[in-house]
C-alpha cells in the first residue's frame, strides 16, 4: 500500500457518498421548482448549514488560512467583517425576504423577485439582474475550480490541466442530476466534515508547536509586524475597513439568498440563524488558528517549507499531510473538497436557475414545461462549469482574489437593492435598476483603475455599495411613487412578520 492510497481511497468514497446523495435527491425532484429551490421545504438545520457551506467556500480552508499565514493577525479583520454581515444578513434580511419572495408571483430566483416586487412588466430588471448574476458567479464558479485544482494538485501530483477537470467532474455531476435538493443535502454532509477538519486541526498544530506561548515567540523570531492587528501601523483604517467591509458582501449573495427563500417557513428561521453562526463561528476559529500557527511550525520546521513558501494558501493542506496519520488526513483534506463542492454547486444552479426560469422561459418558451424546463436547467450547469473550467485555466490563478472580486461585484450591485426593496417602500424600479448598474460598474471600475493602476487600498465593495445606495435614493425619490398594489404588497408582508412575532 503506498502513502498516497488511503487519501485516495477516502477520496473516492466520499465523492461517491455525494453522488449518491445526488441519485436521491434526483429522485426526491419532482418538478422544475423542486430543482431550483426545493420546493420551499428546508428545514432549520438544513437551510443554516446549506447557506454556511455554500458561503464558505476553499476559501475559507485555503485563502484565509493563506492570508493569515502570509500576513498574520491583521487579516483576522476579515473574519470579524464577515460574523458581523452573516449575523445581520441572518436577523434582518432571511425572514423579510422568504415572505416577500413566495407572495410576489412565488418568485424563485432574484431576477424573478425583483421582477415582481417593482412591477417591471418591461422585464428589463430581470435581464441586468441575471447578466450581473451570470458575470460575477463566472468568476466565483472559476475561483472554485481553481481550489479544487490545487488540492488535487498538491494531494496526487497530478498536472494542474488535469487536477483542473477531476476537481470540478463530482460536483458538475451531482449538480446536474439533483438540482437544488442535491446541493442543500450535500452542503449538511460537507458542512459537518468542514466543522470537524477545522475544529480537530488547529488542535494539533498547537500541540505539536508547544502551545500559544511557544507559537507566539516563535511567530516574533520570523516577523513581530505578523502579531500586530495592523502590521505594527502599516495596515491603516483604510485597510481595516476594507476587510470589514466583506461583512457588506452577505446581503446580495445570491447563492446564500437562496437559501433564505427555500426556508421552509419564516418561522424556522431563527433556529436556522442560531445553528448557521455558531457553526460559522468555530470555523472561521479554526481557519484563523491554522493560518496563524503555521508561522510558527514552519520556523520549527523550515524544511518542511517549501510548498508554503511557493504558494501560501497550500498551508492547510500542507500541515494535515505532515501531521496526521494518511487515513486520517485523507478524511480531513476531503473537508477542503467539501468546501469547494458545496459553494460551487451553489453558483451552478444559481446560474442554472437564472438561464433556465429567467432567459429561457422569460423570453424563450414563456408555457415551457415542468420537464422541459428541469433539463434546459440541467444543461445550463454545464454550460456554466465549462465557463468555469475555461476562466480557471490559468494556473497562477489565487483563490482569495477570485472570491474577493466576485464578492464585491454582488455585495455592490444586489446589496443595497435588496435591502432598500425589503424595507423601503418608496423604492422604484428605475431606482433599483441605477442602483445594480451603478454598483456593478463601480466595482469593476474601482478595480481596474484605482486599485490595479492606481495602488488603492479600499476594497472595491466599500464605493460600490455606496454609489448604488446613494444612486437607488435619489433615482426614486425624483421618480413617481410605486403604485397602490406594490404599497399594498409591502404593507402586508411587514404585517405578516409582525404576526410570526419576526
Given amino acids: 500500500m503506498t502513502a498516497s492510497t488511503p487519501l485516495i481511497v477516502t477520496f473516492v468514497v466520499y465523492l461517491v457518498a455525494m453522488v449518491l446523495i445526488g441519485v436521491v435527491a434526483w429522485r426526491s425532484t419532482k418538478n422544475f421548482d423542486d430543482y431550483i429551490l426545493g420546493g420551499r421545504k428546508l428545514g432549520p438545520g438544513v437551510t443554516a448549514l446549506s447557506a454556511g457551506a455554500s458561503d464558505m467556500s476553499g476559501w475559507l480552508l485555503m485563502g484565509l488560512p493563506g492570508a493569515l499565514y502570509l500576513r498574520g493577525a491583521s487579516e483576522a479583520w476579515i473574519a470579524l467583517g464577515l460574523i458581523g454581515g452573516a449575523y445581520l444578513n441572518w436577523r434582518f434580511v432571511a425572514g423579510p425576504l422568504r415572505v416577500y419572495t413566495e407572495r410576489t408571483g412565488n418568485a424563485l430566483t432574484?431576477?424573478?423577485?425583483?421582477?415582481?416586487?417593482?412591477?417591471?412588466?418591461?422585464?428589463?430588471?430581470?435581464?441586468?439582474?441575471?447578466?450581473?448574476?451570470?458575470?460575477f458567479f463566472a468568476v466565483y464558479c472559476a475561483s472554485g475550480v481553481v481550489a479544487g485544482a490545487r488540492l488535487f494538485e498538491s494531494v496526487f501530483g497530478l498536472p494542474y490541466a488535469q487536477a483542473l477537470w477531476w476537481g470540478a467532474a463530482v460536483t458538475i455531476l451531482y449538480t446536474l442530476i439533483g438540482g437544488f435538493l442535491a446541493v442543500s443535502w450535500t452542503d449538511v454532509a460537507q458542512g459537518t466534515l468542514m466543522l470537524f477538519a477545522l475544529l480537530l486541526t488547529p488542535v494539533i498544530v498547537y500541540m505539536t508547536t508547544g502551545g500559544f506561548e511557544s507559537s507566539i515567540e516563535l511567530i516574533r523570531s520570523v516577523d513581530a509586524?505578523?502579531?500586530?492587528?495592523?502590521?505594527?501601523?502599516?495596515?491603516?483604517?483604510?485597510?481595516?475597513?476594507?476587510?470589514?467591509?466583506?461583512?457588506?458582501?452577505?446581503?446580495?449573495?445570491?447563492?446564500?439568498l437562496a437559501r433564505f427563500m427555500a426556508a421552509g417557513s419564516v418561522e424556522t428561521i431563527p433556529a436556522a440563524r442560531r445553528i448557521?453562526?455558531?457553526?460559522?463561528?468555530?470555523?472561521?476559529?479554526?481557519?484563523?488558528?491554522?493560518?496563524?500557527?503555521?508561522?510558527?511550525?514552519?520556523q520549527q520546521h523550515p524544511e518542511q517549507a517549501a510548498p508554503v513558501v511557493a504558494n501560501s494558501e497550500r498551508v492547510f493542506i500542507t500541515l494535515v499531510e505532515l501531521l496526521f496519520?494518511?487515513?486520517?488526513?485523507?478524511?480531513?483534506?476531503?473537508?477542503i473538497l467539501a468546501a469547494v463542492m458545496s459553494t460551487l454547486s451553489s453558483q451552478l444552479i444559481v446560474c442554472s436557475s437564472v438561464l433556465s426560469e429567467d432567459f429561457y422561459r422569460g423570453f424563450v418558451r414563456r408555457d415551457a414545461g415542468q420537464t422541459e424546463l428541469v433539463w434546459v436547467g440541467r444543461a445550463s450547469v454545464l454550460l456554466?462549469?465549462?465557463?468555469?473550467?475555461?476562466?480557471?485555466?490559468?494556473?497562477?490563478?489565487?483563490?482569495?482574489?477570485?472570491?474577493?472580486?466576485?464578492?464585491?461585484?454582488?455585495?455592490?450591485?444586489?446589496?443595497?437593492?435588496?435591502?432598500?426593496a425589503l424595507f423601503w417602500q418608496r423604492m422604484t424600479r428605475n431606482g433599483a435598476l441605477v442602483g445594480m448598474l451603478l454598483g456593478a460598474i463601480t466595482v469593476v471600475a474601482w478595480k481596474q483603475i484605482a486599485v490595479e493602476r492606481m495602488g488603492s487600498a479600499l476594497y472595491e465593495i466599500v464605493?460600490?455599495?455606496?454609489?448604488?445606495?446613494?444612486a437607488i435614493i435619489v433615482v426614486s425619490l425624483l421618480g413617481p411613487a410605486p403604485s397602490r398594489q406594490v404599497q399594498v404588497t409591502h404593507e402586508q408582508v411587514r404585517l405578516s412578520l409582525r404576526e410570526t412575532g419576526y
Fill in 384 to 420: 456554466v462549469a465549462l465557463v468555469a473550467l475555461w476562466l480557471a485555466r490559468d494556473p497562477d490563478s489565487r483563490v482569495l482574489g477570485l472570491v474577493a472580486y466576485a464578492w464585491a461585484g454582488f455585495g455592490a450591485a444586489f446589496g443595497p437593492v435588496v435591502l432598500l
Fill in 463 to 470: 464605493p460600490g455599495f455606496a454609489v448604488a445606495t446613494l
Fill in 110 to 135: 432574484l431576477p424573478d423577485f425583483f421582477t415582481h416586487r417593482f412591477e417591471d412588466h418591461s422585464r428589463l430588471l430581470r435581464v441586468v439582474s441575471a447578466l450581473v448574476i451570470l458575470v
Fill in 225 to 256: 509586524s505578523r502579531l500586530s492587528w495592523t502590521r505594527e501601523g502599516a495596515l491603516g483604517l483604510v485597510g481595516i475597513v476594507s476587510l470589514l467591509a466583506w461583512g457588506l458582501g452577505y446581503f446580495g449573495q445570491p447563492h446564500i
Fill in 325 to 335: 496519520n494518511p487515513w486520517v488526513a485523507g478524511v480531513i483534506l476531503s473537508a
Fill in 276 to 298: 448557521g453562526m455558531a457553526w460559522m463561528i468555530l470555523c472561521l476559529a479554526g481557519s484563523l488558528t491554522v493560518g496563524f500557527l503555521g508561522i510558527a511550525y514552519f
